[in-house]
């Protein structure tokens, strides 16, 4: 079985400012790893996703994260965040299953950006 | 235009009702899920469908039944409505071993 934590339930920070949130993860099993973000009251959106290859990954609205085998970690980082930034984060994994793929979330991450 | 569309968006309904939650993919994608995200804002997987077949049904209660009429829908009828069923319920799709597409989400609350 897998499970993912997040250890911040909320992240404010100031605009422009750089931003990290946290993802740890546990499996016995390799694994992918992914990000979405949900703003309010809408539907989650793929920000980033690591399937194999290079550990740093690279997604939308200038947002990296980086895969740490070792230290079972999935890291969100922005250098500069932005007002629009502000959303709830979710880290995620799923085994290799083929049909029966199913992501398991972390708790989700609230970032919030102040001017 | 939308990949994975769900309808309808808000659905506000009294305890004992029956209700459904259409949702479509145009992505030619096999697989299909319905997710239920709580107040807490939590997401977990409640089903999966594979070519209109089961594969996933976690421990959700008989009062929920999705429907696969072809592997571009899949449905979720929701009997006897309780007010622990308020919750946003998201469905999704997958081309197969890794990436899931969600819809925008139905926000349902029981009253």
């Known amino acids: 079985a897998q499970s993912v934590t997040q250890l911040d339930s909320q992240v404010p920070v100031f605009e422009e400012a750089p931003v990290e949130l946290r993802c740890n993860y546990s499996?016995?099993?390799?694994?992918?790893l992914f990000w979405y973000v949900q703003y309010p009251n809408q539907g989650l959106q793929l920000l980033l996703k690591?399937?194999?290859?290079?550990?740093l990954v690279k997604g939308i609205n200038g947002f990296e994260a980086e895969f740490n085998k070792s230290q079972t970690s999935f890291h969100l980082r922005k250098p500069s965040v932005h007002i629009s930034d502000t959303a709830e984060y979710f880290c995620?994994?799923?085994?290799?299953?083929?049909?029966?793929?199913?992501?398991?979330f972390g708790t989700g991450t609230l970032l919030a950006v102040q001017p | 235009d939308t990949a994975v569309s769900q309808t309808p968006k808000y659905l506000v309904t009294q305890m004992g009702n029956d209700k459904s939650i259409k949702c479509e993919q145009n992505?030619?994608?096999?697989?299909m899920y319905w997710y239920k995200q709580d107040s807490k804002k939590f997401l977990k997987i409640m089903f999966s469908?594979?070519?209109?077949?089961?594969?996933i049904n976690e421990t959700v209660p008989n009062r929920f039944s999705p429907k696969s009429p072809d592997k571009a829908h899949l449905n979720l009828h929701i009997n006897s409505l309780e007010l622990g069923d308020s919750a946003v319920y998201f469905c999704?799709?997958?081309?197969?071993?890794?990436?899931?597409?969600f819809g925008e989400g139905s926000w349902l609350t029981v009253v």
């Open positions: 999704a799709s997958s081309p197969g071993e890794n990436t899931i597409y």
């Open positions: 499996s016995s099993v390799s694994v992918y």
């Open positions: 690591y399937l194999s290859g290079s550990t």
């Open positions: 995620a994994v799923s085994a290799y299953g083929g049909a029966t793929n199913k992501l398991i």
């Open positions: 992505l030619g994608h096999d697989t």
């Open positions: 469908y594979n070519n209109k077949e089961l594969i």
